[in-house]
């Protein structure tokens, strides 16, 4: 059974830092992308960013772009995202995702963590 596991929300005030890991289980994900993606309340969810696991090529949104810092540790089979500099509309949900596509659609990645509440205070 594939799992993907998300840590590291929290509370942080704007300009602090925080890192989300993913921990995934249950499959090889060597040929998939791994992403992260958002979701504000009354809004759409949101691609942010990816990495490819074999490789590392990386993938940012533009609202995001210097940043944040998607890694992957493969001996632990888990995916990081660095997020610095946060501001009051980074708020939301942050999920974890991964597909064998390379995709910045929401509707291409097969496998979703269950989300963890990243919330930035002005």
């Known amino acids: 059974q594939v799992q993907l596991v998300e840590s590291g929300g929290g509370l942080v005030q704007a300009g602090g830092s925080l890192r989300l890991s993913c921990a995934a289980s249950?499959?090889?994900?060597?040929?998939?992308?791994m992403g992260w993606f958002r979701q504000a309340p009354g809004k759409e969810r949101e691609f942010v960013t990816a990495i490819r696991w074999n490789g590392g090529s990386t993938y940012y949104a533009d609202s995001v772009k210097g940043r944040f810092t998607i890694s992957r540790d493969n001996a632990k089979n888990t995916v990081y995202l660095q997020m610095n500099s946060l501001k009051p509309e980074d708020t939301a949900v942050y999920y974890c995702?991964?597909?064998?596509?390379?995709?910045?659609?929401?509707?291409?990645?097969?496998?979703w963590g269950q989300g963890t509440q990243v919330t930035v205070s002005s």
């Open positions: 249950g499959r090889t994900f060597n040929n998939y992308f």
């Open positions: 995702a991964a597909s064998n596509i390379g995709t910045v659609v929401v509707g291409a990645y097969d496998y």
